[in-house]
């Protein structure tokens, strides 16, 4: 079991940026990857965007496209989630998910560890 810890979310105006980080306790697999789910009140959790570690390929739901960024630093086992011009929309608890995804990265199922969730809150 991967470890994780999420940190940077937070009140923000809508417009804004803010940036999330997540520092995992070590990878595993050779197909390792982390990403970023979020929750909204009444809702089902949904896939945000994630990173498969070895070959830094990126993936993005639709609706955070050109707005979201996730990158990865392997010094310190920790990915980002850089997220700018910030919408009401936006609002939700964010998790941090790390695993070794051998099938759709997208799917929450296939990620093994998890964080304990950050909330961010897009004021309009």
């Known amino acids: 079991q991967v470890q994780l810890v999420e940190s940077g979310g937070g009140l923000v105006q809508a417009g804004g940026s803010l940036r999330l980080s997540c520092a995992a306790s070590?990878?595993?697999?050779?197909?390792?990857?982390m990403g970023w789910f979020r929750q909204a009140p009444g809702k089902e959790r949904e896939f945000v965007a994630a990173i498969r570690w070895n070959i830094g390929s990126t993936f993005y739901t639709d609706s955070v496209k050109g707005r979201f960024t996730i990158s990865r630093d392997n010094a310190k086992n920790t990915v980002y989630l850089q997220m700018n011009s910030l919408k009401s929309e936006d609002s939700a608890v964010y998790y941090c998910?790390?695993?070794?995804?051998?099938?759709?990265?997208?799917?929450?199922?296939?990620?093994?560890?998890w964080g304990p969730g950050t909330q961010v809150t897009v004021s309009s």
């Open positions: 070590r990878r595993t697999g050779s197909n390792y990857a």
């Open positions: 998910a790390a695993g070794n995804v051998v099938g759709t990265i997208t799917r929450s199922t296939n990620f093994g560890s």
